[in-house]
């Protein structure tokens, strides 16, 4: 088991760390990489995973309901306790629920649990993101324009993905392969991004951050635990849940704080060390994951 949760976390980490020595060193144009990501690389993998005829997207829907569940219910359980410690609601509640599914969720799920978790992870991303587009940028300013939220290439991708895998169009195998290897760009450049942004990490708010950093992976995991005694999901399905369940913030959150400039450096703190502390919760998640046979 110790083997399995090196294996997972070893390359995630070294990547990241790659990112991080070369930024210390270069002064990478991370904003235009991860605009490329975002815009590019991002929506070709999506699309090319949810086009796939061999990905039976019919069998994730109790998956997406819960993790629905995982990212909405995380905002309304910390309220209270934002309230309580009287943190500001905006500042605090979006990275509390929008989580890093993306540069780290997605390489994780996979070298956790192979390519047959590539599909529940870019369901998961997918969801995650889509709220994080609509009802985050709503939390943020309630006037932001619909068309604008919507108006994104991974929506774009993810509706032309679900229209061509429930139409039952087969794509060739080609244009597949070549979206596929375009698409998998993405994982690896999300992890390099994410070490360059862990540079930034301010500690004038650590005590937020401390904060953030328990809050995240224990409302999302009081979450998951009630929804995969409900649901009835496969083993492989209940494992990506609960690493997507402990997952720290994304790093997006800083971006659109700092877009909307809702106290970025507090938010950059909540999202960095968070991050940070993913060393300590994902080994043990996953741990507990491997050790009762999930996946």
Known sequence: MIGQILATMLPVFLIAGCGALYGRYRSPDIQGLNVLNMELFVPMLVFAVLADQQAPLQDYGWLALAATVVVLGSGIILYPVARVLNLNLKTFLPPMMFNNSGNMGIPLLVLAFGEAALPAAIVLFIVEML????VGLYMLDPHTSIIRRLRLPIVFSSIAGLTVNFSGVALPGWLLETLNMLGGVCIPLMLFALGVRMLDVDFRDWKL?????????VSGLLLAWPMIAILDLPGLQVACLWVFAALPPAVLNYMVAEQYQQEPHAVAS?????????????????????AAGYA
């Open 131 to 134: 709220l994080h587009f609509s």
């Open 270 to 290: 909540l999202v960095l060390l968070s991050n940070l502390g993913s060393l300590v919760v994902m080994p043990i998640v996953l741990g507990l994951v491997f």
């Open 209 to 217: 951050g401390l904060i953030g950093a328990i809050a995240c992976p």
